[in-house]
């Protein structure tokens, strides 16, 4: 696994993300489920882009969810990856 | 009413192999049938408008479509995720670049038991060696690789080393799906029916892989011997569409010999059949419920169970599924005994050209 400071996020390749104009809802769809994120949640995976490190993706979160916090963030990030989504 | 999510795309009914389990219906749907690409791909647009976002490509096996990557380049200009499920035969690394270059996002592999003679005598035709390489093909393509495989009382045994395979193999899911009787695993249900024993002894096997291994694994609950039903398709008309080789549009995949008018792709819209046909609202929501469903704490969890069960035993698709154990009609699962021989899957009778 890589180590926390130098990962940067992306999404694993049997992972999409897009937005659902039918339902106006944001999706994560993998081979078996599909994930309804809410905005924040969306707002993060979004940023998932293999370019920016997990700080930097905090810090773009923060920036425009004031009440997000941290260790939210990172913890976000990791349960995603433990599902397989992120890598 | 809300839009579905997922549509099963039957692509061709025309298979290499034979399994005795399968679920297509024993009326097989002709090649020369068959939707052309453009229709396929006019089917894929209406349902992202309608708001399908995933869609399996299946069969048969979609592979037999020479038109497959055309199809899955619809899908994905249109936003809707694909994953190809196979018998594994015909899926060369080629057939599999063009196939991810088209935007294919996930292969779902069957298989049909552990080692080569046995998966190879069920499957009714020489395929495990195909099977072992077409994995290949798709973990060196990166591409995520899970596998299918339909469990009954020839395989349940070998559970632990199918898992095995799973892994060695490089899978990231295994579905473990016990046999639903339906179509050809229907006719075949006396040869199928695992024992109670067999059953038992596969979920422990299941339970350890669970605390000692990564891999996911699903397993589809054997509802004969649960005396609880399935909430088949997550209730009626509620989440999936399917359809078939000649454009006919299904609630279910089982659901080809329901006394219904089945309504057609080539007629129609899907959102028209989605919304308003009378298959689509035959069963939908409760109200068309007796009892015991009717005043059952589960209905809106179970949905009755399965239609197309309750028409297969009770010859009344609007009786509660008999695997329910609640259900007047539960003896008629509960005292079936298994053994015997089976019957393999053959063809539709071929006629005329095929499309594709």
């Known amino acids: ?87 | 009413m809300n839009p579905p999510w997922a549509m099963l795309a039957e692509l061709t009914h025309a298979c290499p192999l034979r399994c005795p389990y399968c679920s297509n219906p024993t009326e097989l749907a002709a090649r020369s049938g068959e939707l052309s690409t453009g229709e396929w791909q006019r089917i894929i647009e209406e349902a992202a408008a309608l708001g399908v976002v995933h869609a399996h490509l299946s069969g048969g096996e979609p592979l037999l479509r020479r038109d497959l990557a055309r199809i899955v380049a619809t899908a994905d200009r249109e936003g809707v995720y694909t994953q190809l499920v196979t018998s594994g035969v015909g899926l060369t690394g080629r057939r599999l670049a063009e196939l991810a270059e088209a935007g294919l996002r996930s292969v779902q592999l069957s298989v049909q038991s552990a080692a080569e003679r046995e998966s190879d005598e069920i499957a009714g035709v020489r395929s495990f060696a195909r099977k072992e390489r077409a994995a290949a093909v798709v973990t060196a393509a990166g591409l995520p690789l899970g596998l299918n495989v339909v469990l009954h009382r020839a395989n349940l045994d070998a559970v632990g080393e199918i898992i095995e395979l799973g892994l060695a193999w490089g899978a990231e899911r295994i579905e473990l799906a016990n046999t639903q009787f339906y179509g050809w695993g229907l006719l075949n249900r006396a040869a199928l029916l695992p024992t109670r024993e067999q059953l038992a002894r596969a979920e422990a096997v299941v339970r350890k892989y669970r605390e000692k291994s990564e891999i996911e694994l699903i397993w589809v609950i054997p509802d004969y011997f649960d005396g609880v039903p399935k909430p088949c398709m997550g209730g009626w008309g509620a989440i999936s569409i399917t359809v078939a080789p000649d454009g006919r549009v299904l609630p279910c995949p089982a659901a080809y010999d329901l006394p219904l008018p089945l309504p057609n792709a080539r007629d129609r819209s899907l959102g028209w059949i989605w919304e308003h046909s009378p298959a689509f609202n035959a069963y939908r929501g409760t109200a068309w419920m007796s009892g015991p469903c009717a005043g059952c704490p589960r209905r809106e969890l179970d949905f009755g169970g399965c239609r197309c069960q309750a028409y297969a035993i009770t010859g009344d698709a609007g009786r509660t599924d008999p695997a329910c154990a609640l259900s007047p009609d539960h003896h008629l699962i509960a005292e079936l005994a298994g053994g015997g021989t089976w019957t393999y899957r053959r063809p539709a009778p071929s006629t005329g050209k095929t499309p594709g």
Do not use: Q, Y
Not at chain 1, 13 to 31: E, Q, T, W, Y
């Open chain 1, 1 to 87: 696994m890589t180590e926390p400071a130098a990962w940067r996020p992306a999404l694993s390749r049997s992972a999409l993300l897009r937005h659902d104009p039918v339902r106006g809802a944001d999706l994560l769809i993998v081979p078996e489920r599909i994930v309804v994120l809410n905005e924040e949640a969306a707002a993060i995976v979004g940023l998932c882009d293999g370019r920016r490190t997990v700080a930097e993706i905090v810090a773009e979160v923060v920036a425009e969810f004031p009440e997000g916090v941290e260790a939210d963030v990172v913890d976000f990030l990791d349960r995603v990856r433990a599902e397989g989504w992120l890598r």
